[in-house]
C-alpha cells in the first residue's frame, strides 16, 4: 500500500494505491510523471482564468463574419520638416463666429414678465402733480407703483393713459410719457425703471459654484463676468467648455481660450444660456511604457509570462507634447521598451497630409489614419518628441524590444525543463518504491519532492 500526496493546479490531491499487479504500477508512473507537465498547462479545466480564450469564442460561435481586408494608414516619420509641413499646432483657439457679432452695450428691452416703475419730476410746486402749497410733500416729483404689463404689453400712467411698453427701451417710454404730459404738467421729466427683468437675463449653469440668473443691464454682461458672478469654474481651465446656447444654435470653446483671447470674451445677450461642463481630453498608452510590457521570469514550475495592459491619462495641461504623454505615462520601460519603436496614433486631415507632400490618393475620407514614428534612440527624437502636440483620443504606443520575445521564449523553456526534472524525481521515486517492501508517502509540488 502506498499513500500518494501531491498538488495539482491549486488543489491538493490524496490518493490510496495498491501496488498488486505491473499494470497498477505502470498507471500510477504514468499519472505521476503528468501532473507536473499539466500545472503549468493553461487550458486544464481546473485552472482558474478571467473567460474564455480566442479560439473558444470563434469556434463556438453559430455565424462567423470574416472580412479578409484590412484598414490602410500613412506612416510618417518625424523629422523637423515634416514638423513644420504638417504644422503640428498647439491646441487651437475656439472661435464665436456668430456669437460674437453681439458688440457695445446690450439694447434691452421690456419684455411682458418685466415689472416697471416711473418717477414724474416737475420743474415747480402748483402744477399737474406737485401741489402749490410748501410743506405739503418733499420734493418735485411723484413716484408711480410698480406695475407689470397688460395682456396687451402695456402700462398705465396718470393722465398719460395707456403707455405700450412691450419691445420698447425705457428711454422710448420716457420720451412717450414726457409727450403725453407736456401740455398738462409743469416742465415734466419721466424716469423709467425696470425692477425685474425675467426673460432679459442669462442662465450660468453646469460646473460651476453658484449656478444663478443673472439680470440683463442696458450695459451689457460678458461672457467671463458671467462666470464669475456663478462662483467661477469647478474643473480647471484647460479641461472647462463652455457651450452659449441663443437662438437655437450651440457654440463651444475651451475656457483657456477665452482666457487667452479677450476677442472670445464676447458680450451675452438676453435670454442666452451659458453651460460650463467638464470635458478632460484623454490619450492612451500602451505597449512597453510605465509598468505596461513587462516580463516577469520565473524559474520554478508554475512560473511563466506576466503582463500589464496600457492605461488611459487625462491631459493635465491646455497643451501637453509627445514627450510629455511618455512622461505621464512612466515612460518607456527600461530593459523591454525599443527605443527605436516609438509611434502616435491619431487621425490627421486629408488636405494637411497633401499639403505636406503625402501621396492621400487612396484615402478618400476627410480625415486619414496616421502613425507618426519617432526614434528615442537618439537625441534629437527627443526635441522632435518635445515639438509634437497631442490632441484629445491620441494613442502613444511604445514597442517591446525584440530581445523580450527570446526572454518569453526562454522562461517557457525553463519551465519545461523544471517540468522534466520533476518527473524524473518522480520516476526516481517509483523505481525506489518497486524495489523496496514497504509503504512510501510521496509528497509532490512546485519545489520539489520529498519522499
Not at 428691452?109 to 415689472?115: G, K, L
Not at 415747480?124 to 410733500?137: C, D, K, N, V, W
Not at 437655437?248 to 451659458?274: F, M, Y
Amino acid at each position: 500500500m502506498v499513500a500518494a500526496v501531491f498538488r495539482l493546479g491549486t488543489a491538493l490531491v490524496i490518493g490510496t494505491v495498491r501496488f498488486s499487479t505491473r499494470k497498477t504500477r505502470l498507471v500510477l508512473r504514468g499519472a505521476l510523471l503528468c501532473m507536473p507537465f499539466l500545472q503549468g498547462c493553461a487550458t486544464v479545466p481546473f485552472i482558474p482564468k478571467d473567460g474564455p480564450t480566442g479560439l473558444e469564442v470563434q469556434t463556438r460561435a453559430d455565424v462567423t463574419l470574416q472580412d479578409p481586408g484590412r484598414l490602410s494608414y500613412v506612416f510618417v516619420k518625424l523629422s523637423p520638416l515634416v514638423l513644420s509641413s504638417l504644422q503640428t499646432e498647439a491646441q487651437p483657439t475656439a472661435l464665436f463666429s456668430r456669437l460674437a457679432q453681439v458688440r457695445g452695450a446690450t439694447d434691452v428691452r421690456i419684455t411682458a414678465s418685466d415689472v416697471v416703475s416711473l418717477a414724474i419730476f416737475e420743474a415747480q410746486a402748483g402744477g399737474l402733480f406737485i401741489p402749490s402749497e410748501g410743506g405739503t410733500r418733499a420734493g418735485n416729483f411723484v413716484q408711480i407703483p410698480p406695475q407689470e404689463l397688460d395682456p396687451e404689453g402695456s402700462i398705465s400712467v396718470p393722465f398719460a393713459g395707456t403707455v405700450r411698453a412691450i419691445g420698447r427701451s425705457p428711454r422710448e417710454i420716457e420720451a412717450d410719457v414726457v409727450a403725453k404730459l407736456k401740455n398738462r404738467a409743469i416742465d415734466p421729466q419721466v424716469v423709467v425703471t425696470v425692477g425685474e427683468r425675467a426673460e432679459n437675463s442669462v442662465s450660468v449653469l453646469g460646473d460651476v459654484r453658484s449656478p444663478t440668473n443673472i439680470p440683463m443691464r442696458p450695459g451689457g454682461l460678458r461672457l467671463l463676468a458671467a462666470i464669475a458672478r456663478a462662483g467661477g469654474s469647478i474643473p480647471p481651465a484647460y479641461s472647462a467648455v463652455v457651450t452659449i446656447q441663443r437662438r437655437g444654435k450651440n457654440e463651444q470653446a475651451l475656457l483657456t481660450s477665452v482666457l487667452r483671447d479677450p476677442r472670445q470674451n464676447i458680450q451675452l445677450a438676453p435670454q442666452d444660456v451659458v453651460y460650463v461642463a467638464s470635458e478632460p481630453r484623454v490619450f492612451m498608452a500602451f505597449g512597453a511604457v510605465g509598468g505596461g510590457g513587462s516580463v516577469q521570469i520565473s524559474s520554478g514550475a508554475g512560473g511563466g509570462t506576466s503582463f500589464s495592459s496600457g492605461r488611459r491619462f487625462a491631459m493635465d495641461r491646455e497643451n501637453m507634447t509627445v514627450a510629455e504623454g511618455l512622461a505621464a505615462a512612466g515612460g518607456p520601460t527600461s530593459g523591454n521598451a525599443d527605443a527605436r519603436s516609438v509611434f502616435l496614433f491619431r487621425y490627421m486631415p486629408r488636405a494637411r497630409l497633401a499639403k505636406a507632400g503625402v501621396d492621400v490618393s487612396n484615402f478618400p475620407a476627410a480625415q486619414v489614419p496616421t502613425v507618426f514614428s519617432v526614434d528615442l534612440s537618439q537625441s534629437e527624437g527627443y526635441f522632435l518628441a518635445n515639438h509634437m502636440y497631442m490632441k484629445h483620443n491620441d494613442i502613444i504606443y511604445v514597442s517591446e524590444a525584440p530581445a523580450v520575445d527570446l526572454a518569453k521564449f526562454l522562461s517557457i523553456i525553463t519551465n519545461i525543463t523544471v517540468a522534466g526534472t520533476q518527473a524524473t524525481t518522480f520516476g526516481l521515486g517509483i523505481q525506489a518504491l518497486e524495489a523496496g517492501s514497504g509503504n512510501v508517502a510521496i509528497v509532490s509540488s512546485a519545489a520539489g519532492v520529498a519522499r
